[in-house]
Nanobody, 122 residues
Framework: QVQLVQSGGGLVQAGGSLRLSCAAS????????MGWFRQAPGKEREFVGR???????AYVDSVKGRFTLSRDNDRNTVYLQMNSLKLEDTAVYYC????????????????WGQGTQVTVSS
């Protein structure tokens, strides 16, 4: 009974920045592990990062130092701040929620947002 609604995304030039938002329903938001994934056409869905209820974060190596996860429990919202964007960051980005603190694979997540397109141009 958790619903995730994403916003943000769009077209940005290489080297630019973009922030994605994911708003969750339910009073249990603060207990959820919130993850982000991305998927380009013809490719597997890729883990990007996650943030726990205690604000511990983990990122895939390719985005470390460029992407930052945060969450606002009062607004039931998680954010993905993307800086220094590269062409290879182009994908549909999904937020997801899990009850597992070590969740990294798509199968570990119980709820999913609708996805939003991020396109990085040269």
């Amino acid at each position: 009974q958790v619903q995730l609604v994403q916003s943000g995304g769009g077209l940005v030039q290489a080297g630019g920045s973009l922030r994605l938002s994911c708003a969750a329903s339910g009073r249990a938001f603060s207990t959820l592990i919130m993850g982000w994934f991305r998927q380009a056409p013809g490719k597997e869905r890729e883990f990007v990062g996650r943030i726990t209820w205690s604000l511990k974060t983990a990122y895939v190596d390719s985005v470390k130092g460029r992407f930052t996860l945060s969450r606002d429990n009062d607004r039931n919202t998680v954010y993905l701040q993307m800086n220094s964007l590269k062409l290879e960051d182009t994908a549909v980005y999904y937020c997801a929620a899990s009850y597992s603190i070590i969740a990294a694979s798509p199968e570990d997540y119980n709820y999913w947002g609708q996805g939003t397109q991020v396109t990085v141009s040269s």
